[in-house]
Protein backbone atom coordinates (compact mmCIF):
# COMPACT_ATOMS: atom_id res chain seq x y z
CA UNK A 1 0.00 0.00 0.00
CA UNK A 2 1.54 3.56 -1.06
CA UNK A 3 1.58 5.68 2.23
CA UNK A 4 1.33 9.54 1.90
CA UNK A 5 4.28 10.03 4.21
CA UNK A 6 5.54 13.82 5.40
CA UNK A 7 9.34 13.64 5.90
CA UNK A 8 9.99 16.90 8.45
CA UNK A 9 13.61 17.99 8.24
CA UNK A 10 15.01 19.93 10.92
CA UNK A 11 18.11 21.86 11.54
CA UNK A 12 20.85 19.89 12.57
CA UNK A 13 23.72 18.68 10.62
CA UNK A 14 22.37 15.56 10.72
CA UNK A 15 19.85 17.28 7.77
CA UNK A 16 21.94 15.30 5.04
CA UNK A 17 21.30 12.41 6.83
CA UNK A 18 17.60 13.03 5.90
CA UNK A 19 18.12 12.53 2.16
CA UNK A 20 18.73 9.06 3.00
CA UNK A 21 15.61 8.58 4.79
CA UNK A 22 13.20 9.89 1.87
CA UNK A 23 15.21 8.19 -0.85
CA UNK A 24 14.54 4.29 1.11
CA UNK A 25 10.78 6.05 1.60
CA UNK A 26 10.71 6.72 -1.99
CA UNK A 27 12.19 3.34 -3.09
CA UNK A 28 9.98 1.55 -1.05
CA UNK A 29 6.75 3.03 -2.92
CA UNK A 30 5.67 5.65 -0.88
CA UNK A 31 4.63 9.42 -1.95
CA UNK A 32 6.69 11.06 0.16
CA UNK A 33 6.68 15.28 1.11
CA UNK A 34 9.44 17.16 2.51
CA UNK A 35 8.80 20.01 5.12
CA UNK A 36 12.10 21.10 5.76
CA UNK A 37 12.40 23.83 8.42
CA UNK A 38 14.39 27.71 7.83
CA UNK A 39 17.14 25.98 9.86
CA UNK A 40 16.94 22.48 7.60
CA UNK A 41 18.06 24.40 4.65
CA UNK A 42 20.76 25.73 6.13
CA UNK A 43 22.66 22.09 6.09
CA UNK A 44 20.71 20.42 2.88
CA UNK A 45 19.48 22.05 -0.37
CA UNK A 46 15.78 22.67 -1.76
CA UNK A 47 16.70 21.32 -5.43
CA UNK A 48 18.17 17.98 -3.99
CA UNK A 49 14.97 17.38 -1.42
CA UNK A 50 12.56 17.55 -4.84
CA UNK A 51 14.73 15.22 -7.24
CA UNK A 52 14.80 13.05 -3.81
CA UNK A 53 11.47 13.10 -2.84
CA UNK A 54 9.85 13.76 -6.29
CA UNK A 55 8.05 16.00 -5.35
CA UNK A 56 8.02 20.05 -4.67
CA UNK A 57 9.12 20.98 -1.51
CA UNK A 58 7.31 23.79 0.31
CA UNK A 59 8.51 25.91 2.74
CA UNK A 60 6.18 29.01 3.31
CA UNK A 61 3.44 29.22 5.40
CA UNK A 62 1.70 31.92 3.73
CA UNK A 63 2.35 29.93 0.26
CA UNK A 64 -0.57 28.09 -1.01
CA UNK A 65 -3.28 29.61 1.30
CA UNK A 66 -5.89 29.32 -1.73
CA UNK A 67 -5.24 25.76 -0.95
CA UNK A 68 -5.00 25.87 2.79
CA UNK A 69 -1.76 23.80 2.83
CA UNK A 70 -0.72 24.56 6.31
CA UNK A 71 -3.93 22.02 7.12
CA UNK A 72 -3.82 20.16 4.23
CA UNK A 73 -0.73 19.09 4.24
CA UNK A 74 -0.72 17.30 7.77
CA UNK A 75 -4.53 16.19 6.74
CA UNK A 76 -3.25 14.25 3.77
CA UNK A 77 -0.46 12.42 5.91
CA UNK A 78 -0.60 8.64 6.54
CA UNK A 79 2.63 9.37 8.66
CA UNK A 80 5.12 11.93 9.79
CA UNK A 81 8.60 11.28 10.20
CA UNK A 82 11.01 13.85 11.87
CA UNK A 83 14.39 13.52 10.99
CA UNK A 84 16.64 14.61 12.72
CA UNK A 85 14.65 15.98 15.36
CA UNK A 86 16.20 18.87 16.93
CA UNK A 87 15.84 19.90 20.73
CA UNK A 88 14.18 22.88 19.05
CA UNK A 89 12.16 21.02 17.64
CA UNK A 90 10.76 18.42 19.68
CA UNK A 91 10.55 21.86 22.57
CA UNK A 92 7.95 23.21 19.79
CA UNK A 93 6.13 19.88 19.23
CA UNK A 94 5.58 19.51 23.11
CA UNK A 95 3.88 22.74 23.60
CA UNK A 96 2.37 22.50 20.58
CA UNK A 97 3.85 25.70 18.65
CA UNK A 98 2.60 25.96 14.92
CA UNK A 99 4.92 28.91 13.83
CA UNK A 100 6.28 27.30 10.75
CA UNK A 101 4.84 24.97 7.83
CA UNK A 102 5.99 21.68 9.76
CA UNK A 103 4.96 22.59 13.53
CA UNK A 104 1.20 24.00 11.45
CA UNK A 105 1.13 20.76 9.67
CA UNK A 106 1.98 18.31 13.03
CA UNK A 107 -1.08 19.93 14.37
CA UNK A 108 -3.85 20.00 11.41
CA UNK A 109 -3.16 15.89 11.71
CA UNK A 110 -4.30 12.53 13.21
CA UNK A 111 -1.13 10.41 11.19
CA UNK A 112 1.31 8.08 13.76
CA UNK A 113 4.35 10.56 14.08
CA UNK A 114 7.89 8.70 13.98
CA UNK A 115 10.36 11.57 15.38
CA UNK A 116 14.45 10.76 15.12
CA UNK A 117 16.06 12.86 18.08
CA UNK A 118 19.58 14.73 16.40
CA UNK A 119 21.62 16.93 19.51
CA UNK A 120 24.75 17.10 21.45
CA UNK A 121 24.81 14.62 24.47
CA UNK A 122 24.26 17.52 26.65
CA UNK A 123 21.35 19.01 24.60
CA UNK A 124 19.47 15.52 24.82
CA UNK A 125 20.61 14.81 28.51
CA UNK A 126 18.95 18.38 29.43
CA UNK A 127 16.10 17.80 32.13
CA UNK A 128 14.12 20.20 29.83
CA UNK A 129 14.55 17.80 26.70
CA UNK A 130 14.06 14.34 28.71
CA UNK A 131 11.03 16.12 29.53
CA UNK A 132 9.78 17.24 26.58
CA UNK A 133 10.26 13.76 24.80
CA UNK A 134 8.61 11.97 27.74
CA UNK A 135 5.39 14.47 27.25
CA UNK A 136 5.51 13.39 23.08
CA UNK A 137 6.12 9.50 23.93
CA UNK A 138 2.75 10.08 26.54
CA UNK A 139 0.95 11.44 23.34
CA UNK A 140 1.97 7.92 21.28
CA UNK A 141 4.93 9.53 19.44
CA UNK A 142 7.54 7.13 18.54
CA UNK A 143 11.21 7.98 19.46
CA UNK A 144 13.74 6.38 17.54
CA UNK A 145 17.37 6.95 18.89
CA UNK A 146 19.44 8.86 19.33
CA UNK A 147 21.90 6.73 18.97
CA UNK A 148 25.28 6.79 20.72
CA UNK A 149 28.73 7.48 19.00
CA UNK A 150 30.62 10.60 17.54
CA UNK A 151 28.58 13.70 17.33
CA UNK A 152 29.97 16.59 15.09
CA UNK A 153 32.71 17.87 17.07
CA UNK A 154 35.07 15.59 18.66
CA UNK A 155 32.88 14.82 21.51
CA UNK A 156 31.23 11.40 21.36
CA UNK A 157 27.42 9.96 22.88
CA UNK A 158 24.35 9.70 22.59
CA UNK A 159 23.08 12.05 20.56
CA UNK A 160 23.73 10.71 16.79
CA UNK A 161 20.75 10.25 14.52
CA UNK A 162 19.85 6.87 13.93
CA UNK A 163 20.66 5.23 10.52
CA UNK A 164 18.39 6.09 8.28
CA UNK A 165 17.85 2.52 7.60
CA UNK A 166 16.49 2.30 11.14
CA UNK A 167 14.43 5.11 10.98
CA UNK A 168 12.22 4.01 7.87
CA UNK A 169 12.08 0.18 9.71
CA UNK A 170 10.63 1.38 12.95
CA UNK A 171 8.26 4.44 10.85
CA UNK A 172 7.04 1.82 8.49
CA UNK A 173 6.48 -0.76 11.38
CA UNK A 174 4.49 2.04 13.40
CA UNK A 175 2.33 3.03 10.31
CA UNK A 176 1.65 -0.73 9.34
CA UNK A 177 0.82 -1.33 13.11
CA UNK A 178 -1.44 1.48 12.78
CA UNK A 179 -3.18 0.53 9.46
CA UNK A 180 -3.58 -3.24 10.54
CA UNK A 181 -4.74 -2.07 14.39
CA UNK A 182 -8.47 -1.90 14.00
CA UNK A 183 -9.20 0.69 17.10
CA UNK A 184 -10.89 -2.01 19.17
CA UNK A 185 -9.88 -5.43 17.34
CA UNK A 186 -9.42 -6.89 20.83
CA UNK A 187 -12.39 -5.35 22.42
CA UNK A 188 -14.01 -8.04 24.71
CA UNK A 189 -10.91 -10.37 25.42
CA UNK A 190 -8.68 -10.50 28.60
CA UNK A 191 -5.53 -10.37 27.80
CA UNK A 192 -2.32 -11.40 30.52
CA UNK A 193 1.04 -10.10 29.82
CA UNK A 194 4.01 -10.60 31.94
CA UNK A 195 6.89 -7.86 31.85
CA UNK A 196 10.29 -7.03 33.79
CA UNK A 197 12.53 -8.97 35.06
CA UNK A 198 12.40 -11.43 38.03
CA UNK A 199 14.70 -11.30 41.68
CA UNK A 200 15.83 -14.26 43.44
CA UNK A 201 16.82 -13.24 46.80
CA UNK A 202 19.98 -14.74 48.41
CA UNK A 203 19.57 -12.45 51.79
CA UNK A 204 17.93 -9.77 52.74
CA UNK A 205 19.62 -6.76 50.42
CA UNK A 206 20.91 -9.13 47.42
CA UNK A 207 19.23 -10.32 44.85
CA UNK A 208 20.15 -12.75 41.10
CA UNK A 209 18.35 -11.06 38.70
CA UNK A 210 18.78 -9.66 35.14
CA UNK A 211 18.87 -6.35 33.06
CA UNK A 212 14.48 -6.51 31.89
CA UNK A 213 12.99 -3.15 32.65
CA UNK A 214 9.68 -3.96 31.49
CA UNK A 215 9.83 -1.94 28.63
CA UNK A 216 8.71 -4.55 26.02
CA UNK A 217 5.77 -6.52 27.84
CA UNK A 218 5.02 -2.68 29.19
CA UNK A 219 4.46 -1.41 25.87
CA UNK A 220 2.30 -5.16 24.99
CA UNK A 221 0.18 -3.77 27.38
CA UNK A 222 -0.38 -0.60 27.03
CA UNK A 223 -0.91 -1.67 23.18
CA UNK A 224 -4.04 -4.32 24.11
CA UNK A 225 -5.16 -1.90 26.03
CA UNK A 226 -5.75 0.73 23.74
CA UNK A 227 -6.55 -1.84 21.16
CA UNK A 228 -10.06 -2.31 23.73
CA UNK A 229 -8.42 -5.68 25.61
CA UNK A 230 -8.87 -5.99 29.37
CA UNK A 231 -5.51 -6.19 30.35
CA UNK A 232 -3.96 -7.80 33.42
CA UNK A 233 0.01 -6.68 34.00
CA UNK A 234 2.16 -9.10 36.31
CA UNK A 235 4.90 -6.56 36.60
CA UNK A 236 8.33 -8.23 37.72
CA UNK A 237 10.38 -5.08 39.21
CA UNK A 238 9.18 -2.81 36.38
CA UNK A 239 12.09 0.08 36.11
CA UNK A 240 9.27 1.66 33.49
CA UNK A 241 6.07 3.67 34.52
CA UNK A 242 2.70 1.81 35.11
CA UNK A 243 0.62 1.60 32.15
CA UNK A 244 -2.94 3.54 32.13
CA UNK A 245 -6.05 1.26 32.76
CA UNK A 246 -3.98 -1.98 33.23
CA UNK A 247 -4.95 -4.22 36.35
CA UNK A 248 -1.24 -4.45 37.97
CA UNK A 249 -0.22 -7.16 39.86
CA UNK A 250 3.25 -6.73 40.87
CA UNK A 251 5.41 -9.59 41.44
CA UNK A 252 9.46 -10.10 42.13
CA UNK A 253 10.84 -13.64 42.03
CA UNK A 254 9.81 -16.14 39.94
CA UNK A 255 8.06 -17.88 42.19
CA UNK A 256 5.41 -14.91 43.07
CA UNK A 257 5.06 -14.77 39.35
CA UNK A 258 4.21 -18.28 38.51
CA UNK A 259 1.56 -17.66 41.31
CA UNK A 260 0.53 -14.43 39.86
CA UNK A 261 0.29 -15.82 36.06
CA UNK A 262 -1.43 -19.28 37.11
CA UNK A 263 -4.61 -17.68 38.70
CA UNK A 264 -4.69 -14.74 35.89
CA UNK A 265 -4.28 -17.53 33.23
CA UNK A 266 -7.85 -18.48 34.33
CA UNK A 267 -10.22 -17.86 31.67
CA UNK A 268 -8.00 -15.45 29.51
CA UNK A 269 -7.95 -15.21 25.95
CA UNK A 270 -4.15 -14.73 25.45
CA UNK A 271 -1.21 -14.99 27.98
CA UNK A 272 1.77 -12.92 26.58
CA UNK A 273 5.47 -13.89 28.48
CA UNK A 274 7.40 -11.13 28.17
CA UNK A 275 9.48 -11.30 31.24
CA UNK A 276 12.29 -12.60 31.55
CA UNK A 277 11.99 -15.18 34.02
CA UNK A 278 15.15 -16.53 36.33
CA UNK A 279 15.57 -20.34 35.72
CA UNK A 280 17.44 -20.68 38.82
CA UNK A 281 17.19 -19.26 42.63
CA UNK A 282 19.10 -19.64 45.31
CA UNK A 283 18.78 -23.00 47.29
CA UNK A 284 18.97 -20.91 50.56
CA UNK A 285 17.86 -17.54 51.47
CA UNK A 286 19.72 -16.08 54.72
CA UNK A 287 17.55 -14.25 56.78
CA UNK A 288 20.87 -12.19 57.53
CA UNK A 289 23.30 -10.13 55.55
CA UNK A 290 25.58 -12.50 54.24
CA UNK A 291 28.96 -11.82 55.62
CA UNK A 292 32.33 -11.97 54.40
CA UNK A 293 34.38 -14.69 55.21
CA UNK A 294 37.85 -14.03 55.83
CA UNK A 295 39.42 -17.23 55.34
CA UNK A 296 38.12 -17.77 51.29
CA UNK A 297 38.28 -15.37 48.44
CA UNK A 298 35.48 -17.00 46.74
CA UNK A 299 31.69 -18.05 47.86
CA UNK A 300 29.82 -20.84 45.83
CA UNK A 301 26.01 -20.30 45.89
CA UNK A 302 24.08 -23.21 45.26
CA UNK A 303 20.86 -22.80 43.01
CA UNK A 304 18.05 -25.30 42.41
CA UNK A 305 15.67 -25.08 39.57
CA UNK A 306 12.61 -22.31 39.12
CA UNK A 307 9.63 -24.08 37.57
CA UNK A 308 9.44 -23.06 33.89
CA UNK A 309 6.14 -20.98 33.81
CA UNK A 310 5.46 -20.84 30.23
CA UNK A 311 5.93 -25.01 29.45
CA UNK A 312 3.53 -25.86 32.48
CA UNK A 313 0.79 -23.42 31.05
CA UNK A 314 1.86 -24.37 27.47
CA UNK A 315 1.84 -28.05 28.08
CA UNK A 316 -1.31 -28.49 30.18
CA UNK A 317 -4.89 -27.99 28.34
CA UNK A 318 -5.13 -24.80 27.50
CA UNK A 319 -7.93 -24.65 25.00
CA UNK A 320 -9.57 -20.70 24.26
CA UNK A 321 -6.19 -19.40 25.77
CA UNK A 322 -3.23 -18.06 23.18
CA UNK A 323 -0.04 -18.62 24.42
CA UNK A 324 2.52 -16.34 23.24
CA UNK A 325 6.09 -17.01 24.91
CA UNK A 326 9.51 -15.37 23.90
CA UNK A 327 13.05 -17.10 23.69
CA UNK A 328 15.79 -14.34 23.94
CA UNK A 329 18.40 -15.42 22.86
CA UNK A 330 22.47 -14.15 21.91
CA UNK A 331 22.90 -16.14 19.08
CA UNK A 332 24.42 -13.71 16.42
CA UNK A 333 23.83 -16.54 13.36
CA UNK A 334 20.48 -15.74 11.91
CA UNK A 335 19.08 -19.59 10.89
CA UNK A 336 20.46 -20.94 14.27
CA UNK A 337 18.72 -18.06 16.17
CA UNK A 338 15.67 -19.08 14.04
CA UNK A 339 15.90 -23.23 15.07
CA UNK A 340 16.71 -22.31 19.14
CA UNK A 341 13.39 -20.18 18.56
CA UNK A 342 11.45 -22.87 17.01
CA UNK A 343 13.19 -25.47 19.72
CA UNK A 344 11.91 -23.24 22.43
CA UNK A 345 8.60 -23.32 20.86
CA UNK A 346 8.22 -26.87 20.83
CA UNK A 347 9.61 -27.40 24.28
CA UNK A 348 7.92 -24.72 25.91
CA UNK A 349 4.29 -25.87 24.06
CA UNK A 350 3.73 -21.92 23.18
CA UNK A 351 1.37 -21.18 20.30
CA UNK A 352 3.04 -18.26 19.08
CA UNK A 353 6.81 -17.32 20.04
CA UNK A 354 8.43 -14.25 19.64
CA UNK A 355 12.34 -15.07 18.50
CA UNK A 356 13.73 -11.92 20.50
CA UNK A 357 17.86 -11.27 19.66
CA UNK A 358 19.68 -9.94 22.82
CA UNK A 359 22.93 -9.04 23.68
CA UNK A 360 25.22 -6.48 25.86
CA UNK A 361 23.37 -3.46 24.12
CA UNK A 362 20.74 -5.22 22.02
CA UNK A 363 16.69 -5.86 23.63
CA UNK A 364 17.30 -5.24 27.08
CA UNK A 365 16.14 -2.24 28.44
CA UNK A 366 16.82 -0.40 25.13
CA UNK A 367 13.74 1.28 23.35
CA UNK A 368 13.83 -0.45 20.48
CA UNK A 369 13.93 -4.74 19.48
CA UNK A 370 14.91 -6.82 16.68
CA UNK A 371 12.28 -10.10 16.63
CA UNK A 372 11.08 -12.83 14.29
CA UNK A 373 7.83 -14.34 15.44
CA UNK A 374 6.85 -17.63 15.03
CA UNK A 375 3.55 -19.51 14.53
CA UNK A 376 1.96 -22.79 15.53
CA UNK A 377 3.52 -24.46 12.54
CA UNK A 378 6.87 -22.33 13.08
CA UNK A 379 6.66 -20.44 10.17
CA UNK A 380 7.54 -17.22 10.14
CA UNK A 381 4.51 -14.85 10.48
CA UNK A 382 6.56 -11.49 10.97
CA UNK A 383 10.35 -10.23 11.30
CA UNK A 384 10.53 -7.15 12.50
CA UNK A 385 13.56 -4.03 13.40
CA UNK A 386 11.66 -1.62 15.62
CA UNK A 387 10.47 0.22 18.45
CA UNK A 388 8.91 -1.55 21.40
CA UNK A 389 5.73 -0.26 20.60
CA UNK A 390 6.07 -1.38 17.12
CA UNK A 391 7.11 -4.66 17.93
CA UNK A 392 4.17 -4.72 20.75
CA UNK A 393 1.95 -3.81 17.47
CA UNK A 394 3.12 -6.46 15.47
CA UNK A 395 2.63 -9.27 18.25
CA UNK A 396 -1.15 -7.95 18.76
CA UNK A 397 -1.59 -8.34 15.39
CA UNK A 398 -0.54 -11.56 15.32
CA UNK A 399 -2.69 -12.18 18.54
CA UNK A 400 -5.89 -10.63 16.74
CA UNK A 401 -5.39 -12.60 13.51
CA UNK A 402 -5.92 -15.69 15.47
CA UNK A 403 -8.43 -14.98 17.75
CA UNK A 404 -10.19 -13.87 14.43
CA UNK A 405 -9.94 -17.68 13.07
CA UNK A 406 -10.97 -18.88 16.15
CA UNK A 407 -13.87 -16.71 15.56
CA UNK A 408 -14.44 -18.03 11.84
CA UNK A 409 -13.80 -21.77 12.79
CA UNK A 410 -16.36 -21.64 15.83
CA UNK A 411 -18.76 -18.98 12.85
CA UNK A 412 -17.95 -22.70 10.24
CA UNK A 413 -18.74 -25.39 12.84
CA UNK A 414 -22.14 -23.47 14.12
CA UNK A 415 -23.59 -22.97 11.12
CA UNK A 416 -22.63 -25.82 9.54
CA UNK A 417 -23.64 -28.86 11.73
CA UNK A 418 -21.93 -31.60 9.27
O1 LIG B 1 12.10 -5.69 29.52
P1 LIG B 1 12.94 -5.12 28.41
O2 LIG B 1 14.16 -4.40 28.93
O3 LIG B 1 12.11 -4.29 27.46
O4 LIG B 1 13.51 -6.34 27.55
C1 LIG B 1 12.61 -7.18 26.87
C2 LIG B 1 13.06 -8.65 26.89
C3 LIG B 1 14.36 -8.81 26.11
C4 LIG B 1 13.26 -9.12 28.34
C5 LIG B 1 11.87 -9.48 26.25
O5 LIG B 1 11.61 -9.00 24.96
C6 LIG B 1 12.18 -10.94 26.23
O6 LIG B 1 12.87 -11.48 25.37
N1 LIG B 1 11.61 -11.65 27.23
C7 LIG B 1 11.86 -13.09 27.47
C8 LIG B 1 13.06 -13.25 28.35
C9 LIG B 1 13.31 -14.71 28.73
O7 LIG B 1 13.17 -15.05 29.86
O8 LIG B 1 13.60 -15.50 27.69
P2 LIG B 1 13.94 -17.09 27.83
O9 LIG B 1 14.36 -17.47 26.47
O10 LIG B 1 14.88 -17.32 28.96
O11 LIG B 1 12.55 -17.74 28.20
C10 LIG B 1 11.65 -18.22 27.22
C11 LIG B 1 10.20 -17.99 27.63
O12 LIG B 1 9.90 -18.79 28.79
C12 LIG B 1 9.86 -16.57 28.00
O13 LIG B 1 8.57 -16.28 27.51
C13 LIG B 1 9.88 -16.58 29.54
O14 LIG B 1 8.95 -15.62 30.06
C14 LIG B 1 9.46 -18.00 29.86
N2 LIG B 1 10.06 -18.57 31.08
C15 LIG B 1 11.40 -18.64 31.24
C16 LIG B 1 11.93 -19.25 32.37
C17 LIG B 1 11.05 -19.79 33.34
N3 LIG B 1 11.52 -20.35 34.44
N4 LIG B 1 9.73 -19.71 33.15
C18 LIG B 1 9.21 -19.14 32.03
O15 LIG B 1 8.00 -19.08 31.86
Known amino acids: MTLNIVVGITGGIAAYKAVGVVRALVLAGHDVHVLPTEGALRFVGKPTLEAISRNPVHTELYEGVAEVRHVAIGQAADLIVIAPATANTIAKMAVGLADDLLGNSLLASEAPV?????????????????????????????????????????????????????????????????????????????????????????????????????????????????????????????????????????????????????????????????????????????????????????????????????????????????????????????????????????????????????????GFASDDNSVVILGSDDEIVTRLHGTKLSVAGAILDVVASKFAHTTDDRTTKAADPA
Open 114 to 362: VIAPAMHTEMWRHPATQANIATLEARGVTVVGPAVGQLTGTDSGPGRMEEPEVIVAAALAVAASRSAAQPGDLAGRRVVVTAGGTREPLDPVRFLGNRSSGKQGVAIAEAARARGAEVVLIAANLEVADPNGCEMRPVSSAIELQAAVTEAARGADAVIMAAAVADYRPANVSEQKIKKDASNDGLTIELVRNPDILAGLGHAPHDGTLLVGFAAETEPDDERLLELGRAKRRAKGADVLVVNRVGWTE
